[in-house]
Each structure stands twice: as structure tokens, then as C-alpha cells.
């Protein structure tokens, strides 16, 4: 095992560690501890089965035999049956120790996905993060228990069977035993570090396969509009057909690894066999010998064989650990602070100063963007595409971080308080709402979890959502389908307003949430959203200049800056840049309702 590998294994067993011993549950640490005694007695019984084999041979082949052994064949099979039932018992133990470590590994590593920053998550395909992580957190399971109660316990056996070799049986025995292990130790190590580089490329070409599936299915409707499920196919055929070349070299050498291991203990069989039968021809040892010799041999080939998996599968586990482990290193960018304390709400103003933010180096989408949205008033920002309207909201959850300037909540820094604290005091009513897969009345009440329902049936009036779900034949239990595409584009907005009434945040950001519906949708979501809007400090970003007439004051952005700010009669008025985006606008509307 190079150096490499070594520090691999020793940072995977400090990370494990508090999994295996749990701090603060004595319940599984006595567990811990009944499962290592079992394992214990189960090897010592396991190793004194030969020496049962032997004595019952032994009393069969003299000269003095008056009766069946049958006390010896008892004691032989009472060995036999005690060293598995130990094994089970051993196993039965710590069942719940490994699963319970399995599943506090998989939701530490879901909550620090969770808290990587946006910009993580765009960077990653969500198909082969989720495959990665699957196969870490199995290849967790697989150290925790197979290295544990496998690894250890045969080197713990092989050692205690060579020194009884040494002392009841001739050097020569345990010396061909010793180098047996260690020719089958040494080219397994060599052969799986070899092939280890084809179980990489087939876990990757796995992740490849797996993300290009996921795409495919998360935008079916896409792939029937255009009717490219043969170019689909043709992508994953592609795909598996890699995955499969690298499969094919992983199984090749894994099947040259098996040959060289057999052939490694049928020589030391033959060697320590004919060592034991000469003493027997010389009279040194018995026939009984020359059985225990073989029994311990044979006995030993599982675990020695095993030993051989369990190396190759530690190698491939700590493989398929790696993505886990650079996951676990890698520090959220946007965090809290030290010193962060919750937020204070005192109404709910909001204050830009100066902002400046840019996803690439030398392209800012933000310069200098400076204003204030008092308590309780509605400020509108509008403006071309990709004049970075959304990218505010993202700012304000703290999404992304602000890289120049800052921006206050009722005097605080946004980077001074705790997240949680800030992201409970913000309410979003997005453009394209994504529910879960789950019931009508679990997605909104995803706004408040602990929700009653009468509060979501109110919340739900409110949305105008009530008489439709009434409607339905399961009602409020409804399952909408994945993304919620068995809903349509207004009542997923209706959802999103729901929501957003349960959660009752003194701030609310409206991110263009009725620019993808129709006029008459529209006119009905306005009304829920004017509703939802009184009273709290408002954030609306808008494409269309109609749903804004009314703001307390209208933002319009320009090449990240704000290049215009009033109200909606003073801006038309002044003719600049939102008088013509208006015009340009109602005459599509006119188009529109007349007709060509």
C-alpha cells in the first residue's frame, strides 16, 4: 500500500470514527463492544475446530478403537455450529450501529450539499452528484462493518493459527503458511492498485451515464415537443457504450486478480500437505495431523480469499469515497459569520448601497447599485433581459455574495446575520415555481412545515387556489408529479403564493412571478398578489410594465446600473428608457388582442 493510500485510509477512518463510536449514545457503544466479544469467542472457537477434527481422526485410526466417538464428534460439531452462531450474533449486534452510521454520514453529507452556495450547484450535474454520493455513502457502510469484523479478525487468525503451528508442529508448517499469506497479501495489493484505475474510469463513465439519464427524464416534455427521444437514446447508447468498455476491463482484471490468488493457495496447500504427509510417513506426526494441516488450510482459504475482496473492495471503496471526501473538505463559500447574530426586524427596509457583483472576473452584472425600499412600500425593478433584475434577489437571500458594497435590512448587514435568520425573513414568489413530488397541501405547506390545515386551507383561499383543489377528486391530498407538471403554469403560481402566505414574511420579493402566464391569469394573480403585498416591504422584479403601475417607486436597470428611477407617470412623462420600453410593449399587447 503506497503513501498515497495510506493517508487516504487514515483521513476515511478519523472521519469515520464518530460514526463507529457515537459520542453521547452509550446504547450503541455497548453494542460496539458486545460485537467485538462475539468476534473474539467466534475465532477462538473457529480455530479449535481442527483440533476437534483431529482428535475424532485420531481415536477412528488406532489400534484401540472399542466405540464411536461420538463425545469428539459432538465437541467437532458443537465448535463448528458455536463459530457461526457467534459470527451471527457478532453481526446481529452491530447491525444497527452501521446503519446507523450510514444514515448520519448520508444526512451530513445532504446538509453540506445544502450549504454549498448557489453557484456550486449550478457547476454540478445533479444526476452524477447524486450517484457519487450513493456509492460513498454504500463504500461508508462496507468499511465501517467489513473492515471492522473481516480485515482485523483474519489477521488476528492467521496469527494465532501460526503460532500453534510453531509450537506443536514442525517450523517448515507455519513457514509455508506465513509465505502463503504473504505472496497472496503482496500481489493482491500490487494487482488491485493496478487495476484500481479501471474501477475510476467505470465510476466515472457510471456518473456520465447516470447525469445524461436524469437530464433526459427532468425535461421529458422537452424531449417529446421536439421529438428527439431517438437522439436521447443515441446520447445514452453512447454513454453506456463507454461505461461498458470500462466494465469490460474492470471484469478482466478482476478475473486475472481471482486466478492469481487461487493459484497462489493451491500452491501452498500442495507444499504444506506434502510437508505433513512425509512427517506422517516418518512417523513423526499422525494421520489426524495431516487432517488438521488441511482443515486449518481450507479453513483458512475463506478468509484468506475474502481478504483478497476485502482489500479490492477497500481500494474501490475509498475510490468512490474520493467525491464524498473532497464534498466533506470543501468549505461553503457563503456562510455565517463568527459573530453572526439573528436578524433584527424592525419593519423590514431594505437599503443597496453602492452593490457591485460579476459571476466571471471582468464582466460585472451589477455596478454601483444604490437604493432603498421603506417599510411597508413597493419598489418595481425593470429593465432589458440580462440587465441583472434577478440577480438582486439572489444578493438579498444571500445566494451569492455581494462583492462590492452591502446591503441592509432595517440597518443590519446582510452578512452580519445568520442565514437562516435572514431567508425566514423573505418571502419569493418566483417566475417558474418547481413543486415537490408530493401532495397539494405538503407543497404549501413547505412555506411553514408545521403548518395546520386550516392554515393551509386559508392560505390556499387567499392564493384563490381553495375552489380549485376542492374540486379535485383527492383534494388537498393531490400528488402534482414530479416538478409539479400535472399542474399548470398559474396554478403552480397559485402554489407559490400559498406559500408564501403561510410563511408570512415581512418581506416579499416578486421575481417576475407572472410574466410566463397569460393576460387573464395574470389579472387573477395580481389581485392574490396585492393582497399578499399589503402592509409588507415589497420587491418586485417585472418584465411586464403593466403589473407595476402602481409601485411606490419604479427601478428601471441598464447595463447593471440604475439608469432611471420614479414613479410610473413621472417615468412615462420623462421619456427615457421605460417610456419606450412601455411603448414597445403596448404595442405588442395591441398586436396581440387585434390580431394580424
Not at 13 to 19: E, Q, V
Not at 551 to 569: F, T
Request: aromatic share 8%.
Amino acid at each position: 500500500m503506497d503513501r498515497s493510500t495510506r493517508g487516504e485510509l487514515w483521513r476515511i477512518a478519523r472521519r469515520l470514527a464518530p460514526y463507529l463510536w457515537p459520542r453521547g449514545e452509550g446504547a450503541l457503544r455497548r453494542r460496539v463492544v458486545a460485537a467485538v466479544a462475539a468476534l473474539v469467542v467466534a475465532k477462538l472457537v473457529n480455530v479449535s475446530v481442527p483440533f476437534w477434527l483431529k482428535a475424532v481422526v485420531d481415536r477412528l485410526e488406532g489400534d484401540l478403537l472399542t466405540a464411536v466417538p461420538i463425545g469428539l464428534i459432538l465437541a467437532y460439531g458443537a465448535a463448528r455450529l458455536g463459530a457461526t452462531l457467534f459470527q451471527e450474533l457478532r453481526d446481529a449486534l452491530f447491525a444497527r450501529v452501521g446503519e446507523r452510521a450510514g444514515c448520519r454520514l448520508a444526512l451530513a453529507v445532504y446538509r453540506h450539499l445544502f450549504a454549498q452556495p448557489l453557484a456550486f450547484h449550478l457547476e454540478k450535474r445533479t444526476g452524477e452528484l447524486a450517484r457519487a454520493v450513493e456509492r460513498g455513502v454504500h463504500g461508508v457502510a462496507f468499511l465501517l462493518k467489513t473492515v471492522l469484523f473481516s480485515l482485523v479478525p483474519t489477521v488476528f487468525e492467521f496469527a494465532l493459527v501460526i503460532l500453534l503451528l510453531l509450537i506443536n508442529y514442525p517450523p517448515s508448517l507455519a513457514l509455508i503458511l506465513f509465505l502463503t499469506i504473504i505472496a497472496y497479501a503482496l500481489f493482491t495489493v500490487v494487482t488491485t492498485e493496478w487495476r484500481t484505475r479501471f474501477r475510476r474510469e467505470m465510476n466515472r463513465r457510471d456518473n456520465e451515464f447516470s447525469a445524461l439519464a436524469v437530464d433526459g427524464l427532468v425535461n421529458y416534455e422537452t424531449v417529446k415537443v421536439f421529438a428527439n427521444e431517438e437522439h436521447e437514446l443515441a446520447r445514452l447508447g453512447r454513454a453506456l457504450a463507454r461505461y461498458e468498455d470500462a466494465a469490460v476491463k474492470s471484469e478482466v482484471s478482476l478475473a486475472l486478480l481471482n486466478a492469481g490468488q487461487a493459484a497462489i493457495i493451491a500452491l501452498g496447500l500442495v507444499l504444506a500437505m506434502g510437508v505433513a504427509a512425509a512427517g506422517v510417513v516418518e512417523g513423526t506426526l499422525q494421520v489426524g495431523d495431516v487432517v488438521l494441516v488441511n482443515a486449518f488450510l481450507l479453513q483458512l482459504y475463506v478468509p484468506l480469499n475474502f481478504l483478497g475482496v476485502i482489500y479490492r473492495q477497500l481500494r474501490q471503496s475509498l475510490t468512490d469515497l474520493e467525491a464524498i471526501d473532497r464534498l466533506l473538505e470543501r468549505v461553503p463559500e457563503i456562510r455565517d459569520r463568527p459573530q453572526a447574530r439573528p436578524l433584527r426586524l424592525k419593519g423590514g427596509a431594505i437599503r443597496f448601497e453602492g452593490v457591485g457583483f460579476a459571476y466571471h472576473p471582468g464582466r460585472p452584472v451589477l455596478r454601483a447599485v444604490d437604493f432603498a425600499i421603506a417599510e411597508g412600500e413597493r419598489v418595481a425593478v425593470v429593465g432589458p433581459s440580462g440587465a441583472g433584475k434577478s440577480t438582486l434577489v439572489r444578493l438579498l437571500f444571500r445566494l451569492f455574495e455581494v462583492q462590492e458594497g452591502r446591503i441592509l435590512i432595517d440597518g443590519q448587514d446582510i452578512r452580519d446575520v445568520t442565514l437562516a435568520s435572514l431567508r425566514r425573513a423573505i418571502g419569493l414568489v418566483p417566475q417558474d415555481t418547481v413543486l415537490f413530488h408530493d401532495t397539494i397541501a405538503a407543497n404549501i405547506a413547505y412555506g411553514r412545515p408545521d403548518a395546520s390545515p386550516q392554515d393551509i386551507v386559508r392560505a390556499a383561499t387567499v392564493a384563490q387556489l381553495h375552489g380549485f383543489i376542492e374540486r379535485l377528486p383527492d383534494g388537498y391530498d393531490t400528488v402534482v408529479g414530479e416538478r409539479g407538471l400535472k399542474l399548470s403554469g398559474g396554478e403552480k403560481q397559485r402554489v407559490a403564493i400559498a406559500r408564501v402566505v403561510l410563511k408570512d414574511p415581512p418581506i416579499l420579493v416578486l421575481d417576475e412571478a407572472t410574466s410566463s402566464l397569460d393576460s387573464r391569469t395574470e389579472r387573477q394573480l395580481q389581485e392574490a398578489l396585492f393582497e399578499v403585498a399589503r402592509g409588507r416591504t415589497t420587491l418586485m422584479i417585472a418584465h411586464r410594465l403593466s403589473t407595476v403601475v402602481d409601485a411606490d417607486q419604479i427601478l428601471v436597470l441598464a447595463d447593471g446600473r440604475i439608469a432611471e428611477r420614479g414613479r410610473h407617470r413621472e417615468l412615462l412623462a420623462r421619456g427615457g428608457l421605460y417610456a419606450e420600453m412601455w411603448q414597445r410593449q403596448q404595442r405588442q399587447r395591441s398586436k396581440l388582442e387585434t390580431g394580424p
